[in-house]
């Protein structure tokens, strides 16, 4: 058995600081996560990572939740606003650690593999990072922290974060 925290109950366990530790793994997939229940036990079959109230922020602001957001200007996709050259960033670094799962294009229209894809990114390259620096990196390349540009961006998140 379990526990499965769905996405209302963790978001705001992490902004009231009740006892979640944000990097708590439980088993379980983000879709099998229900809007209106209660915390509650199930059996299931893997381990996924509740995210870290950072990732919720970035959410809110790149799609506004909506996992369906489409920007053809940018051909960025899903409630990550995922582009392209993420995706071939991911698979290399999945390449490169020896894991044998990769992710296609249409993946990113998948919040649990959107999320996937944001921790091995995350993982790898901002092990140890600020939630500001994966933010703006998140927004601005790996220099991101780096650029005037993703300031703003990262009042959105922020702002997000502490108006919950």
Not at 37 to 53: A, D, L, N, W
Not at 57 to 73: C, F, W
Not at 96 to 117: G, I, V
């Amino acid at each position: 058995m379990s526990l499965i925290l769905n996405k209302t109950t963790f978001f705001f366990a992490c902004i009231l600081s009740l006892p979640v530790k944000p990097y708590m793994e439980f088993e379980g997939s983000y879709s099998e996560m229900n809007y209106i229940k209660p915390i509650e036990y199930i059996e299931t079959k893997k381990p996924v990572r509740v995210p870290q109230k950072v990732v919720l922020g970035m959410i809110q602001v790149e799609s506004n939740g909506n996992d369906s957001a489409y920007n053809i200007k940018e051909d960025a996709v899903g409630c990550l606003q995922i582009r392209p050259i993420m995706v071939r960033e991911v698979n290399r670094i999945l390449r490169k650690t020896h894991k044998d799962n990769r992710f296609k294009m249409k993946d990113r229209w998948d919040r649990d593999k959107s999320l996937q894809m944001f921790w091995v990114w995350r993982d790898y390259h901002h092990p140890n990072s600020t939630d500001e620096v994966i933010s703006r990196n998140w927004n601005g390349g790996p220099n991101g922290y780096k650029k005037k540009s993703t300031e703003k961006y990262w009042k959105k998140v922020n702002s997000c974060l502490e108006s919950r």
